[in-house]
């Protein structure tokens, strides 16, 4: 059994911050862990907007605090995020998210991440063999 709390993870490496400073990943489950995904709480900033695109990774995230908004760029739909919403990133859908009230999300990662990730230039995290 894998049993960890919140505040293990804050001020180690597996709390990994942006470069940009829009956001803190906490990464409670990780590819090491052997469960075949990953599960973070991450902390969206508020008057933030973050590029991202999952080109090699499926993410699954629960909104439980804060709003904010997320807009798919394919298309230029825009979903409002709030508690209680949940999307995910079925189709490696490439997305501006915006943060309005600092938002707490949990996330999953389906290839699991290593936890050392950030987004680069294109809002992508690696793929791994």
């Not at 991202?52 to 995020?81: M, P, Q, R």
Request: proline share 3%; hydrophobic share 35%; charged share 25%.
């Amino acid at each position: 059994m894998i049993y960890k709390k919140i505040g293990d993870i804050v001020g180690t490496d597996k709390e990994v911050k942006a470069q940009n400073g829009n956001w803190v990943s906490r990464r409670m489950l990780l590819k090491a862990d052997g469960m075949g995904f990953s599960f973070h709480e991450t902390i969206i900033f508020p008057e933030t907007e973050t590029h991202i695109w999952y080109k090699n990774h499926l993410e699954a995230v629960y909104c439980v605090a804060g709003s904010g908004e997320l807009e798919t760029l394919n298309d230029g739909k825009k979903y409002l995020l709030e508690p209680g919403v949940m999307y995910a990133l079925n189709q490696h859908d490439e997305h501006l998210l915006r943060c309005f009230e600092e938002m707490r999300l949990i996330c999953v990662f389906n290839p699991a991440l290593r936890g050392d990730e950030v987004h680069d230039e294109n809002g992508v995290y690696p793929a791994y063999d």
